[in-house]
T-cell receptor, first 117, second 112 residues
Framework: DSGVTQTPKHLITATGQRVTLRCSPR?????VYWYQQSLDQGLQFLIQ???????AKGNILERFSAQQFPDLHSELNLSSLELGDSALYFC????????????????FGEGSRLTVL | AQSVTQLDSHVSVSEGTPVLLRCNYS??????LFWYVQHPNKGLQLLLK??????LVKGINGFEAEFKKSETSFHLTKPSAHMSDAAEYFC??????????FGAGTRLTVKP
């Protein structure tokens, strides 16, 4: 158990809809990362937050947004969903970005599997 | 910019035989390098890390990796594969800003 909790574990929805994925980081971790994993794209970095502030952006679509709240949990919002958005979405946490880069210690949740029909 | 290339998308070995998963990196700085493992329907887990100390790094479950600067490689090895090693393996490089770049992954299949 990594200590990172993601909900929901599975989600099935229709095209055009909007969903919210939630992540609770490990206790004490200030940095949260979101990744998308699909068969054709592999593991793609989406966005990173540190202590409530956006720190880095990767291949995140404009239809997607995220935020980190004062209690450090994070939400990833996916809107106007398309079939191609079907994927496993991972949240990871670390003490701090610098620490993760030095130690490699990113702790991953088990993911939220999104299926868009 | 940092980048990492995993040379094989899929590796298949028989149980009890050696495992070699290949990773090359590109970096303008002294990199930190990591291997992560992802078992089916699970999140990624840190397997081992190189952070400019010993060039031969030992990880969990009998895996090890050797940092070779002259070859810009960080290959993952294990002397004897076990059925439980079947998983996806990711090589990761950390750049000067400590941002982590993941490779495309190598799926390891272990045959009985």
């Amino acid at each position: 158990d990594s200590g990172v909790t993601q909900t929901p574990k599975h989600l099935i929805t229709a095209t055009g809809q909007r969903v919210t994925l939630r992540c609770s980081p490990r206790s004490g971790d200030l940095s949260v990362y979101w990744y998308q994993q699909s068969l054709d794209q592999g593991l793609q970095f989406l966005i990173q937050y540190y202590n409530g502030e956006e720190r880095a952006k990767g291949n995140i679509l404009e239809r997607f947004s995220a935020q980190q709240f004062p209690d450090l949990h994070s939400e990833l919002n996916l809107s106007s969903l398309e079939l191609g958005d079907s994927a496993l979405y991972f949240c990871a946490s670390s003490v701090a970005p610098l620490w993760a880069g030095i130690t490699g210690e990113l702790f991953f949740g088990e993911g939220s599997r999104l299926t868009v029909l | 910019a940092q980048s990492v290339t995993q040379l094989d998308s899929h590796v298949s070995v028989s149980e009890g035989t050696p495992v070699l998963l290949r990773c090359n990196y590109s970096s303008s700085y002294s990199p930190s390098l990591f291997w992560y493992v992802q078992h089916p329907n699970k999140g990624l887990q840190l397997l081992l890390k190189y952070t400019s100390a010993a060039t031969l790094v030992k990880g969990i479950n009998g895996f090890e990796a050797e940092f070779k600067k002259s070859e810009t490689s960080f290959h993952l090895t294990k002397p004897s594969a076990h059925m439980s090693d079947a998983a996806e393996y990711f090589c990761v490089v950390s750049d000067q800003d400590n941002d982590m770049r993941f490779g495309a992954g190598t799926r390891l299949t272990v045959k009985p």
